[in-house]
C-alpha cells in the first residue's frame, strides 16, 4: 500500500503563485506514475499532468505553461507549482500514483493511489 498525504493548498490572488506538495509513503518503490488531479465546482475530476519516473511530466492543455510538476525522489515528494493563477483554478486537487509503466502514465492515468486533497481558492 502507498499513502499520499498533499499540503501547501489555501488561498491565493488572482495571478499568484502556490506550490503543492504530496509526500508518498509505505511502498513507494513500485510506484512509477505520479501525478496531480484536481476536482473544481461543478466540474469532473481533471488530471493535470504525470510525470513516469525521471521523465518529463506531460501536462494538460488547460495547465501547460503555468503548472510545473516536479518529482524529490530522495524524499518521496511531489511537487506541483503553480503560477498564473486564476479564479477558475480553485478547487481540490489531489495527488495520485500508480504501478503503471511510461505509456500508461498520462495526464488522465489510471490512479490507483489517491491522496485526501487540499484546497486552493484564487480569489481577485
Known amino acids: 500500500q502507498v499513502q499520499l498525504v498533499e499540503s501547501g493548498g489555501g488561498s491565493v490572488q488572482t495571478g499568484g503563485s502556490a506550490r503543492l506538495s504530496c509526500q508518498a509513503s509505505?511502498?513507494?518503490?513500485?510506484?512509477?506514475?505520479m501525478g496531480w488531479f484536481r476536482q473544481t465546482p461543478g466540474k469532473e475530476r481533471e488530471g493535470l499532468g504525470a510525470?513516469?519516473?525521471?521523465?518529463?511530466?506531460i501536462y494538460a492543455e488547460s495547465v501547460k505553461g503555468r503548472f510545473i510538476i516536479s518529482r524529490d525522489k530522495a524524499n518521496n515528494t511531489l511537487y506541483l507549482q503553480m503560477n498564473n493563477l486564476k479564479p477558475e483554478d480553485s478547487g481540490m486537487y489531489y495527488c495520485?500514483?500508480?504501478?503503471?509503466?511510461?505509456?500508461?502514465?498520462?495526464?488522465?492515468?489510471?490512479?490507483?493511489?489517491w491522496g485526501q486533497g487540499t484546497l486552493v481558492y484564487v480569489h481577485s
Open positions: 495520485a500514483a500508480d504501478h503503471g509503466g511510461l505509456y500508461d502514465c498520462g495526464p488522465e492515468f489510471r490512479v490507483r493511489y
Open positions: 509505505g511502498y513507494t518503490g513500485a510506484v512509477y506514475c
Open positions: 510525470q513516469y519516473k525521471d521523465d518529463r511530466p
